[in-house]
């Protein structure tokens, strides 16, 4: 599995059946947009957490220049169906098996209106499970309680956490997040793309190290393979 980071909380996953697209936040990131060009992801699916605008920004321009579908809750799919977009609804708790392999939709505690302030639905994080590997996308969420359960049904090879404090949790929860769901190897998002969330990256990868874990930090274009 390849997670090439887009900058803030986008990702692309390239798994053996699929190109998986979440959360685009592209052409309105000033750090991403001269690195990464949307007309080159393609993606066959995009994954929405939630419907905040540094999650959707890109969705409806690449959806329907790629035919991806759109994988996110009830509501947030609904109001991509309405713009012709073909779209999967799911909401906490419930997962299907794609083409590529399966996604639980799970909890998250934070927000999730349109920008325009239409109901987005409860926020949510996905959990991608193929032949070899299992990741955990957490979106834009606190540090839960809930986070518990995921251990319970699946063995995470990688997690992929919010760490820019002020909208998410910030190091500290994070690490206590990584506990919670069982998992050392941690790819951090959601920092450095505006004042509110900007990181010490040294003291941030210091933090996970003491607790005996790895943060990866990566460039925007970068890619991690598992
Ligand atoms: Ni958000
Ligand atoms: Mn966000």
Request: proline share 3%; glycine share 10%; hydrophobic share 45%.
């Amino acid at each position: 599995m390849k997670i090439t980071f887009l900058g803030h909380a986008s990702l692309l996953i390239e798994v053996e059946k699929a190109t998986i697209l979440v959360d685009p936040f592209i052409s309105g990131n000033e750090k991403a947009s001269g690195k990464i060009d949307i007309k080159g992801l393609n993606p066959d699916y995009i994954l929405v957490t939630h419907a905040h605008q540094d999650h959707i920004l890109d969705v409806e321009a690449i959806a329907k220049a790629a035919g991806a579908i759109v994988v996110s809750n009830f509501e947030i799919a609904t109001h991509y169906e309405a713009k012709g977009i073909k779209a999967h609804p799911m909401n906490h708790g419930g997962q299907w098996q794609f083409d590529f392999g399966t996604l639980k939709y799970v909890h998250a505690i934070h927000t999730s209106s349109f920008p325009d302030g239409s109901y987005g639905g409860q926020p949510g994080g996905f959990i991608l499970t193929t032949q070899d590997k299992t990741i955990y996308i957490a979106g834009d969420t606190a540090l839960t309680m809930d986070m518990k359960l995921i251990p319970l049904s699946a063995d995470l090879d990688l997690a992929v956490l919010p760490i820019g404090d002020n909208f998410t949790m910030g190091i500290n929860d994070a690490v206590l997040a990584a506990d919670f769901i069982g998992c050392d190897n941690i790819l951090g998002y959601h920092y450095d793309t505006f004042g509110y969330i900007e990181i010490d990256h040294a003291a941030a990868i210091n933090a996970f190290e003491k607790a005996g874990k790895k943060l990866h930090l990566l460039d925007i274009g970068a890619t991690l393979t598992i």
